[in-house]
């Protein structure tokens, strides 16, 4: 199976076998290459489900290659690949997921980056089968750091997500914002000068930057973010939710199980949607239900572009906000309903995404237990002074009439189709 950025995979069920895996990482640069020798390095972090290690040992990297439970083993091959050991049930029940990096060393004194590489490819293996492949076109990459792939649990199951991730720092701002104490690193010594290969661990310097991330990620409710206002607005905001094209219900099943042709071929509809008000006090919807489309130019100055019916769409579905019209709007709620299928947010791998001109892309994941409700409220965007503020809600109700109580929007509600 080749996965596209943003899609994933389950790769080991509760209950089967714990087969071991191998990640295989491989760049496949220009020739020449550069000016400079490029040095790729590849890391893995394991995070709890704060989102950051519990320690410095939960990093692996070319000075500190494995686990102490030897759940994670990391080897350098020739050719330049890079291969994960994993072996899943070794993997300590604190940590969430494993987060796969690629960096590049030295590479804002060299002048390099991640756009030198045609593509980087990775592979998913157990023993002699091919799971699954992740090709990432690196060509026009700025960045420095690629957050490649993660590896993590949902519910009892693994499953793996193709992330392809750019930042522009390096490791060491990188391995600090999952929680590494990089100043304390006891591997902070350089190797000896006559032996190639394995170098010191990142230092925190007095003139470091601080982290430009080009993805922030709302992860607890109720954190809230401004985006810059870039002269008289802010362009246009594109809002994009995508999912599990494989989503179902309970007995949906993974690559295993399709194999054995136990595969249930269901899929989950899931609607982007979003309730409006405007300043001079008028209300309503943005949906595909009732053909709601909005509109970009006449207010609410918010329109959704299509209906994605299964997920299969690269680009999922997209709300489009006039940004240069915002200080028209008072506020918005950004939200997702399950329009067919069964009620399974976890199985849905849902990621919601906010991108405005010149403004890091914000990111809500919905990814909470919740089974039984067929509607979450994803974000508020609240005018603020003119600011654009953007606060992770991640509530679950049972309908449309109940979420417009809860945010005390005052709409009448009938039943509708698309």
């Not at 590849?42 to 989102?51: K, N, T, V, Y």
């Not at 329009?339 to 791998?349: I, K, L, S």
């Not at 995404?353 to 892309?361: D, H, K, N, R, W």
């Amino acid at each position: 199976m080749e996965l596209q950025r943003g899609s994933n995979m389950i790769i080991a069920r509760a209950g089967e076998e714990a087969n071991p895996f191998e990640l295989e990482i491989e760049p496949k640069p220009p020739n020449p290459v550069s000016n400079h020798p490029v040095e790729l390095d590849a890391s893995a972090f394991l995070l709890s489900s704060a989102g950051t290690v519990r320690g410095d040992a939960d990093m692996i990297f070319y000075g500190q290659k494995t686990t102490a439970e030897a759940s994670i083993e990391y080897q350098e091959q020739s050719g330049g690949k890079k291969c994960f050991k994993l072996q899943l049930d070794r993997i300590p029940a604190a940590i969430d997921k494993v987060v796969f990096v690629l960096t590049l060393h030295e590479a804002s004194q060299k002048g390099q980056s991640f756009s030198l590489y045609q593509h980087v490819k990775m592979i998913l293996r157990s023993g002699a089968e091919t799971l699954c492949m992740f090709d990432l076109e690196a060509a026009g990459m700025k960045e420095t750091a690629l957050i490649l792939a993660e590896v993590y649990r949902r519910g009892e199951d693994w499953k793996i997500r193709a992330i392809g991730q750019g930042y522009y720092e390096g490791l060491a701002p990188l391995a600090q914002s999952m929680g590494v104490d990089i100043a304390d690193n006891p591997a902070a010594k350089s190797p000896p000068a006559e032996k190639a290969g394995p170098r010191s661990s990142p230092t925190r310097t007095p003139s470091s930057a601080p982290v430009r991330l080009e993805k922030i990620s709302l992860q607890k409710k109720g954190q809230s973010i401004s985006l810059e206002k870039k002269g008289s607005g802010y362009g246009e905001i594109r809002i994009n939710l995508n999912w599990n094209q494989q989503s179902a219900g309970p007995q949906q099943s993974g690559l295993l199980s399709r194999l054995r042709g136990q595969a249930t071929s269901g899929a989950i509809d899931l609607d982007l949607a979003c309730l409006w008000e405007l300043k001079d006090g008028s209300k309503g919807i943005v949906q595909a239900l009732g053909e709601a489309w909005g509109s970009l130019t006449a207010p609410p100055y918010i329109q959704l572009m299509g209906d994605d019916r299964t997920g299969s769409a690269q680009s999922g579905e997209i709300i489009r906000i006039n940004g240069d019209m915002f200080d028209h709007i008072r506020r918005i709620l950004v939200f997702a309903f399950i329009y067919e299928g069964v009620p399974n947010w976890q199985a849905t791998d849902g990621v919601a995404s906010i991108e405005a001109p010149g403004q890091p892309e914000l990111e809500v994941r919905l990814d909470s237990p919740a089974h039984n409700d067929t509607h979450c409220a994803i974000a508020m965007i609240d005018n603020a002074g003119g600011a654009f503020k953007v606060t992770r809600q991640c509530e679950y109700y049972s309908g449309h009439p109940q979420l417009d109580q809860a945010y005390q929007w005052g709409l009448r509600w009938k039943k509708g189709r698309k």
